[in-house]
């Protein structure tokens, strides 16, 4: 675990010791409002990346794929410019003492680039650069000097078509701070010089012209131990399990004890870690962070619930799997197109908390979700888009997520739609346009909101609708086929032209009406509107309820979902409507039983084309070990020929993954992972896997006293 990590910095100003780093196009702008001293931080810690670390660092690599350098010159002809990408080594800062103060770079100059073939071949002829013969251009400091606040002056020697000639460089700080993503430092600068042709015997340019030179570079502290020190890890001592077995809620149920298989499953694979590791020679931290603590754990449950009784589902993988890294990989890792059409963040500002809404959040956020205890005081930064970014795309595989509206009035909702397109744009600057999606949240029964969805289209490009439909500003919800609201929703969703509507279903809320979680109109109103696509979120299943045997008479749970499926007129595997799993798959995983009955039914008589992966992130932290525990569910042969359940094959499970969703969304999938591999997030998390740092920790209420000090506070609001 040695390898360098790189880093993230993306986002606005958000009250840490400095301004975080706003990619644009390709390099580094630094917000305004950092100064040198910013780059030491102060008082952040514990598993929010936003709020972690303490180191004090003055060395800095350079970060390549935010760091530019463009030249100008004029040849024998018209004005030319050219930009270098590909710049290696780091620079050293200590504000106190110019004097240890140092820079060193290197460029390639085969990676000289300019925008018109022809002046490329020139550039790198034998005539100018002789790229060939003289591959690099080197720049070593001698001293550097400050002329006033924040500005510098950078003297030293400059290495370039074979000839070294004493340079300078006007240097201004551009920011410094905390990473927020895994836990360094980072500086910005811009530097600026001009050189002479002539010094450097380049013969086709006229002798009294010179090359001008603007450099904007970004540096990250190198990180020790292959990532952060040890005081830095997450979980250095190796106390939580890289599968989330636990009773945590997503703010919209009350937790549920575990059952006492599930508890001596936990038990169980924590002997196991401590056992295998010492076998393997690791420490118990790194071992639960490979593929074979993985699972291992997962065969902990098995042998846990096989003792109690249990006989419907499984999880499928060879034994040697808990010794074997390559082997456990083969079980849980694999290459599926991951596409999770339920994310949740939060944005951090404190705007939204002045209303009465949001005043409700700000309290269910700051003394309900365990989470925030992990930032300094009045900071929410445990649960917004750099938390996301982390959790859900290094520490998981997912590939594409849609960040998804909360409940709220506009102006009083903490995702409100321009912090989710911000989100959006803090995913995208890492990665490709469509590493993230953005869904436009609507409460047809408040006032403004069917014209508010105009702007949501135009201005903010949103790829789906949100619907709450048990929420009402007087804590009367509707139907969405009732002709008052939801008939007029739907209509203006069709005008639209983005005719995806995701509905939360199921999941009664405390103190709202019954009756409006009732899945049933989801199915009624999909058969009215066969040109819309409807994805019923949570499947329609209630949490007090065991999934079990499929029974239309009495339909309680995701019964309910399916009773209206079956009523409405859809067959397998046809039509508009679709499940969608957040939430109900992490309840379910950890009681094998009801997950083979729960996915059974799905499976039956919805398809496993009609389907779709959601998570509920980050309320249940990463969600990789749903990831993991999906990849290897299986239902037992006994259940398949009691229940007519079938088996759940690769192809299916990818199908649920992403394809399925991949359609409604217009993703081209291909294209997708193709860029997904060579994108920042993809270079990021092949850096990062080798020295990964998650936190395996979920963030919502575990305990029955939060839950109901979360009702006492938001009136049984909907999170």
């Given at each position: 675990?040695?390898?360098?990590?790189?880093?993230?910095?993306?986002?606005?100003?958000?009250g840490?010791?400095?301004?975080?780093?706003?990619?644009?196009?390709?390099?580094?702008?630094?917000?305004?409002?950092?100064?040198?001293?910013?780059?030491i931080?102060?008082?952040?810690?514990?598993?929010?990346?936003?709020?972690?670390g303490?180191?004090?660092?003055?060395?800095?690599?350079?970060d390549?794929?935010?760091?530019?350098?463009?030249?100008?010159?004029r040849?024998?002809?018209?004005?030319?410019?050219?930009?270098?990408?590909?710049?290696?080594?780091?620079?050293?800062?200590?504000?106190?003492?110019?004097?240890?103060?140092?820079v060193?770079?290197?460029?390639?100059?085969?990676a000289v680039?300019?925008?018109?073939?022809?002046?490329?071949?020139?550039?790198h002829?034998?005539?100018?650069?002789?790229?060939?013969?003289?591959p690099?251009?080197?720049?070593?400091?001698?001293?550097?000097?400050?002329?006033?606040?924040?500005?510098y002056?950078?003297?030293?020697?400059?290495?370039?078509?074979?000839?070294?000639v004493?340079?300078?460089?006007?240097?201004?700080?551009?920011?410094?701070?905390?990473d927020?993503?895994?836990?360094?430092?980072?500086?910005?600068?811009?530097?600026?010089?001009?050189?002479?042709?002539?010094d450097?015997r380049?013969?086709?340019?006229a002798?009294?012209?010179?090359i001008?030179?603007?450099?904007?570079?970004?540096?990250?502290?190198?990180?020790s131990?292959?990532?952060?020190?040890?005081?830095d890890?997450?979980?250095?001592?190796?106390?939580?399990?890289?599968?989330?077995?636990?009773?945590?809620?997503?703010?919209?149920?009350?937790?549920?004890?575990?059952?006492?298989a599930?508890?001596?499953?936990?038990?169980?694979?924590?002997?196991?870690?401590?056992?295998?590791?010492?076998?393997?020679?690791?420490?118990?931290?790194?071992?639960l962070?490979?593929?074979?603590?993985?699972a291992?754990?997962l065969?902990?449950?098995?042998?846990?619930?096989?003792?109690?009784?249990?006989?419907?589902?499984?999880?499928?993988?060879?034994?040697?799997?808990?010794?074997?890294?390559?082997?456990?990989?083969?079980s849980?890792?694999?290459?599926e197109f991951?596409?999770?059409?339920?994310?949740?963040?939060?944005?951090?500002?404190?705007?939204?908390?002045?209303?009465?809404?949001?005043?409700?959040?700000?309290?269910?956020?700051?003394?309900?979700?365990?989470?925030?205890?992990?930032?300094?005081?009045g900071?929410?930064?445990?649960?917004?888009?750099?938390?996301?970014l982390?959790?859900?795309?290094l520490?998981?595989?997912?590939?594409?997520?849609v960040?998804?509206?909360?409940?709220?009035a506009?102006?009083?909702?903490?995702?409100?739609?321009?912090?989710?397109?911000?989100?959006?744009a803090?995913?995208?600057?890492?990665?490709?346009?469509?590493?993230?999606?953005?869904?436009g949240?609507?409460?047809?029964?408040?006032?403004?909101?069917?014209e508010?969805?105009?702007?949501?289209?135009?201005?903010?490009?949103?790829?789906?609708?949100?619907?709450?439909?048990?929420?009402?500003?007087?804590?009367?919800?509707?139907?969405?086929?009732?002709?008052?609201?939801?008939?007029?929703?739907?209509?203006r969703?069709r005008a639209?032209?983005?005719?995806?509507?995701?509905a939360?279903?199921?999941?009664p809320?405390?103190?709202?009406?019954?009756?409006?979680?009732?899945?049933?109109?989801?199915?009624?109103?999909?058969?009215?509107?066969?040109?819309?696509?409807?994805?019923?979120?949570?499947?329609?299943?209630?949490?007090?309820?065991?999934?079990?045997?499929?029974?239309?008479a009495?339909?309680?749970?995701?019964?309910?979902?399916?009773?209206a499926?079956?009523?409405?007129?859809?067959?397998?595997n046809?039509?508009?409507l679709?499940?969608?799993?957040?939430?109900?798959?992490?309840f379910?995983?950890?009681?094998?039983?009801?997950?083979?009955?729960?996915?059974?039914?799905?499976?039956?008589?919805?398809?496993?084309d009609?389907?779709?992966?959601?998570?509920?992130?980050?309320w249940?932290?990463?969600?990789?070990?749903?990831?993991?525990?999906?990849r290897?569910?299986q239902?037992?042969?006994?259940?398949?020929?009691?229940?007519?359940?079938?088996?759940?094959t690769?192809?299916m499970?990818?199908?649920?993954?992403?394809?399925?969703?991949?359609?409604?969304?217009?993703l081209?999938?291909?294209?997708?992972?193709?860029?997904?591999?060579k994108?920042?997030?993809?270079?990021l998390?092949a850096?990062?896997?080798?020295?990964?740092?998650?936190?395996?920790?979920?963030?919502?209420?575990?305990?029955a006293?939060?839950y109901?000090?979360?009702?006492?506070?938001?009136?049984?609001?909907?999170?």
């Amino acid at each position: 675990m040695n390898s360098r990590l790189a880093a993230i910095g993306t986002g606005r100003r958000r009250g840490l010791a400095a301004s975080c780093v706003v990619v644009v196009s390709g390099y580094s702008a630094m917000a305004a409002g950092a100064d040198e001293k910013a780059m030491i931080p102060e008082g952040h810690r514990g598993d929010c990346v936003m709020c972690h670390g303490q180191q004090r660092a003055n060395t800095f690599l350079f970060d390549s794929h935010n760091s530019l350098v463009v030249a100008e010159f004029r040849g024998v002809g018209a004005p030319l410019s050219a930009k270098i990408e590909a710049m290696r080594g780091g620079f050293t800062f200590d504000v106190a003492k110019l004097q240890n103060s140092s820079v060193t770079v290197e460029l390639d100059t085969t990676a000289v680039r300019s925008s018109d073939g022809l002046v490329n071949n020139f550039l790198h002829s034998g005539q100018f650069l002789d790229s060939q013969k003289y591959p690099l251009i080197r720049f070593v400091s001698t001293s550097v000097r400050k002329k006033s606040e924040g500005k510098y002056e950078i003297a030293g020697e400059l290495t370039m078509h074979g000839t070294t000639v004493p340079s300078e460089l006007e240097a201004s700080f551009d920011g410094a701070g905390p990473d927020p993503a895994l836990m360094t430092q980072y500086a910005a600068f811009r530097a600026s010089g001009n050189l002479r042709c002539q010094d450097f015997r380049i013969t086709l340019c006229a002798s009294s012209d010179r090359i001008q030179l603007d450099i904007v570079v970004l540096g990250r502290a190198p990180p020790s131990r292959g990532g952060f020190n040890m005081e830095d890890d997450f979980d250095p001592e190796g106390t939580r399990l890289p599968i989330k077995i636990d009773s945590t809620s997503n703010g919209e149920w009350a937790p549920v004890p575990l059952t006492r298989a599930a508890e001596l499953g936990n038990r169980e694979a924590f002997a196991d870690a401590q056992r295998l590791s010492r076998k393997l020679n690791v420490s118990r931290r790194q071992f639960l962070i490979s593929a074979a603590g993985a699972a291992a754990t997962l065969l902990a449950f098995n042998r846990a619930h096989a003792r109690s009784g249990a006989r419907g589902g499984f999880f499928e993988m060879p034994q040697v799997a808990a010794l074997d890294n390559h082997a456990a990989q083969a079980s849980v890792g694999g290459s599926e197109f991951i596409f999770d059409v339920q994310n949740h963040c939060v944005d951090p500002s404190a705007s939204w908390r002045k209303s009465t809404d949001g005043a409700r959040w700000n309290y269910i956020l700051n003394n309900l979700f365990g989470q925030r205890q992990k930032c300094a005081p009045g900071l929410l930064d445990a649960y917004s888009a750099q938390q996301l970014l982390k959790d859900v795309y290094l520490d998981s595989d997912t590939q594409i997520g849609v960040v998804t509206a909360l409940w709220g009035a506009r102006g009083g909702n903490p995702t409100s739609i321009d912090y989710a397109k911000e989100a959006q744009a803090v995913i995208g600057a890492m990665g490709s346009n469509k590493r993230a999606l953005i869904h436009g949240g609507v409460m047809p029964n408040e006032p403004g909101a069917l014209e508010f969805m105009d702007v949501q289209a135009k201005e903010y490009k949103v790829a789906a609708w949100k619907l709450y439909p048990q929420w009402g500003p007087k804590g009367v919800g509707f139907y969405m086929d009732d002709e008052q609201f939801g008939i007029p929703f739907v209509e203006r969703v069709r005008a639209s032209g983005i005719k995806i509507v995701c509905a939360h279903r199921g999941l009664p809320l405390p103190f709202l009406l019954y009756e409006y979680s009732d899945p049933a109109d989801i199915a009624r109103v999909a058969a009215r509107y066969p040109d819309v696509t409807f994805i019923c979120y949570h499947s329609g299943f209630e949490p007090g309820v065991r999934e079990g045997v499929y029974n239309p008479a009495a339909p309680a749970g995701v019964d309910r979902l399916i009773k209206a499926h079956q009523e409405s007129g859809f067959t397998r595997n046809k039509g508009n409507l679709y499940a969608e799993l957040g939430g109900v798959w992490m309840f379910n995983m950890r009681d094998p039983e009801a997950a083979a009955h729960f996915m059974g039914k799905l499976l039956k008589y919805f398809g496993e084309d009609r389907i779709c992966w959601g998570t509920d992130s980050i309320w249940f932290g990463s969600p990789q070990d749903q990831i993991q525990a999906f990849r290897t569910f299986q239902i037992t042969k006994e259940f398949q020929d009691k229940y007519g359940y079938p088996e759940i094959t690769p192809l299916m499970r990818a199908k649920i993954f992403g394809l399925n969703a991949a359609g409604p969304y217009r993703l081209d999938v291909d294209q997708i992972k193709k860029e997904a591999k060579k994108d920042r997030i993809g270079t990021l998390k092949a850096s990062y896997s080798e020295s990964a740092n998650p936190s395996f920790q979920s963030y919502g209420p575990k305990t029955a006293t939060q839950y109901r000090n979360l009702l006492a506070e938001s009136n049984g609001r909907p999170g």
